[in-house]
């Protein structure tokens, strides 16, 4: 469940935000008689945050977990797209979950939301000012920023696709770190009214553990109060050690943890 402290209105907004940044080329919106109130989105590529339904609380679940799985599947169906679902891993779920492991779909790639005050973030990386001579952030994805998304040690395909989605994302700033003029680190940064969300964040597999991700962390933190949103998000698959230890440091705690479920191929 989601960390003390977190409301329901906190866990909403940021799936809110979660789906401007990542950009489905379609959203579509589902409610019951009980009041479980989910997103639906639709997109062809490979961001699963961006074709996964998703539930806007986490404790309000359908009352007829069946019939619901029925609507969201034709719905679904409709845009000709295979049925995803993303699930937080709370018992508000167990029902749902029951539901969908008898109609053969299983739960995979264990995720984890984190969520972090952007000034302890800034305090956990102390440089002066924003750093403006290594980070420097636009508002569109240079050449530089995406040669680093799709550089070698990253699924070309799935690399494409996340350059597709962020790039049509509304918000999205584009943080690229730079040694000698050459762009070795990048990550987005999304602002929304009440968090901004951190997304893509990699680095030159040359240059990894060297910091460079800390000082992007940093720069989107700065960039956060500077647009007076307070509350940094991001997730992060839960076997990404090396990413955990980072945000770890950075004042990054648990919020909730998720999982996918779709039926295999």
């Keep these: 469940m989601s960390e003390p402290g977190l409301s329901a209105q906190h866990v909403e907004a940021i799936e809110r935000a979660t789906l401007a940044a990542v950009a489905p080329e379609a959203v579509d919106a589902l409610q019951d ?4 109130n989910w997103l639906l989105p639709f997109d062809p590529g490979t961001v699963g945050r961006a074709h996964s339904a998703v539930p806007l609380s986490h404790d309000r679940a359908p009352d007829d977990a069946a019939a619901w799985i029925a609507q969201v599947q034709a719905r679904y169906a409709a845009h000709g797209l295979p049925t995803r679902w993303r699930l937080a891993d709370v018992a508000a779920f167990d029902d749902l979950r029951q539901a969908l492991g008898e109609l053969g779909y299983r739960g995979a790639k264990p995720t984890l939301t984190h969520t972090a005050l952007a000034k302890d973030v800034l305090d956990a990386f102390p440089l002066p000012g924003p750093d403006s001579d290594m980070v420097r952030l636009d508002d569109a994805p240079d050449e530089g920023w995406a040669r680093v998304f799709l550089g070698p040690g990253f699924d070309p395909v799935d690399a494409a696709s996340r350059v597709k989605s962020l790039s049509r994302g ?3 700033r584009f943080a690229s770190a730079r040694l000698e003029g050459r762009t070795v680190a990048v990550g987005a940064l999304s ?18 553990g060297q910091g460079l991700a800390g000082r992007i962390l940093r720069a989107m933190a700065f960039e956060a109060v ?8 991001l997730q992060v698959e839960e076997g990404n050690a090396p990413a955990l230890a980072l945000y770890r440091r950075a004042g990054f705690d648990l919020a909730w943890r998720y999982r996918y479920w779709a039926r295999p191929d």
Excluded: K, M, Y
Aim: charge should be positive.
């Design 33 to 36: 008689d009980a009041g479980a």
């Design 170 to 172: 509304s918000g999205n």
């Design 191 to 208: 602002v929304a009214p009440q968090w901004a969300g951190v997304h893509g964040l990699r680095t030159e597999q040359a240059l990894r």
């Design 226 to 233: 500077r647009s007076g949103v307070p509350r940094i998000f």
